[in-house]
């Protein structure tokens, strides 16, 4: 698939900006990853980008990922400023971003819909959380998952997650809710009459107290699926 990678630049800092959020360096250059992880989970390893990554310091980077970055800003893709840092006062940090997000970056029509989904979910996720993002990166990620500092990543790794088969459940009829509900009725008024005849024995539990005030305010709601096994229940059977 050919693409022009600073679009793929300006699609992260647009959609990123569109929910108020600006981006740093290590941020978008992670989402970049990203965007080349998914693609290679649906096309057979293969990357939107083409760069060579690699394990270097904070995880995958290549010498490409920043000159498409910094062109991006040049051609006023993006605009981007240096804030100084907190930490060491002989460097700065940058942050990106796009003023006008009204318009859709044209590239979203090109990209297969799971790897535009898959993004979109890391930028939401990940946005304003470097850590998170870093520790999503690190293990969670297939290429860089027993990569060993300085060595190329692999993006034939990449596979799509297992997906969790739906458990079916059985519709519980409505005839059996309410036999359940009666049932419930007839031993909170046996246990009710068998508590004013016994002598007093402290306090009634808080909790026994807020539960059943919660099964006489709340009905069971419509619709509910699942099984319930329900013994013989006899009022007046001696336990």
Known sequence: MNINCQDLVQL?????????????????????????LYYAR?????????????????????RQVNETIENAAKD??????????????????RLFWIEDTDEEPKIIDTLP?????RLRWAIQKWADDSYGLLD????????MIAAKRGS??????????????????????DTKIQEAK??????????????VTRPAQGPVDSIFREAIQKLEENDLETGLEGTAELGDLDPDQKP
Do not use: N, Q
């Not at 819909?113 to 989904?117: A, C, L, M, N, Q």
């Not at 009666?182 to 508590?195: F, M, P, Q, V």
């Open 113 to 117: 819909t799971y790897v535009w989904s």
């Open 152 to 173: 190329a990543l692999d993006f034939t790794k990449a596979e799509m997650p297992e997906v969790h088969k739906k458990v079916e459940m059985k519709r519980i009829p």
């Open 136 to 143: 999503y990166v690190y293990f969670e990620t297939e290429p």
């Open 12 to 36: 992260i800092v647009w959609y990123a900006s569109s929910r108020g959020e600006k981006l740093t360096t290590l941020r978008l250059v992670k989402f970049l990853y990203l965007a080349d």
């Open 76 to 93: 006023g893709l993006v605009l981007t400023k240096e804030y100084p840092s907190k930490y060491d006062d002989d460097r700065d940090y």
């Open 182 to 195: 009666k049932a419930i009725d007839r031993l909170k008024e046996k246990y009710s009459t068998a508590i």
């Open 42 to 62: 649906v096309s057979k390893g293969k990357t939107l980008t083409g760069w060579p990554w690699a394990f270097v310091y904070f995880g995958p980077w290549c």
